[in-house]
Nanobody, 127 residues
């Protein structure tokens, strides 16, 4: 089973940028869509962004659209989440995950459509 490890989190001021990485090992998910989710303190996990297996189609939650960019590098088995203009409400533990459906044309937003969750990386944005 693929293992995913997130990195790149930290504590920043509002307006700053961070780039999260998610590195895959084991059976690499090159033919699967990948997603980023986050769990703010005391709240449920929520969808942030997803990218299809070829990297040419993306989907974003409305509250990050225009500020976050998801991308992937197949050769390095890494996906990224570039986060610009961070806001205090972006504070959360961020997780990456692999879509359950192989080569699906649909970029799901429900966490139940994903598997192989990483351990998460904390992002804290102060005002």
């Amino acid at each position: 089973q693929v293992q995913l490890v997130e990195s790149g989190g930290g504590s920043v001021q509002a307006g700053a940028s961070l780039r999260l990485s998610c590195e895959a090992s084991g059976p690499t998910p090159t033919t699967y869509a990948m997603g980023w989710f986050r769990q703010p303190p005391g709240q449920d996990r929520e969808f942030v962004a997803a990218i299809n297996w070829s990297g040419d189609t993306t989907n974003y939650a409305d509250n990050v659209k225009g500020r976050f960019t998801i991308s992937r590098e197949h050769a390095k088995h890494i996906q990224y989440l570039q986060m610009n203009n961070l806001k205090p409400e972006d504070t959360a533990v961020y997780y990456c995950a692999k879509a359950i459906a192989r080569a699906s044309p649909i970029l799901y937003t429900a966490s139940g459509e994903y598997t192989s969750w990483g351990q998460g990386t904390q992002v804290t944005v102060s005002s």
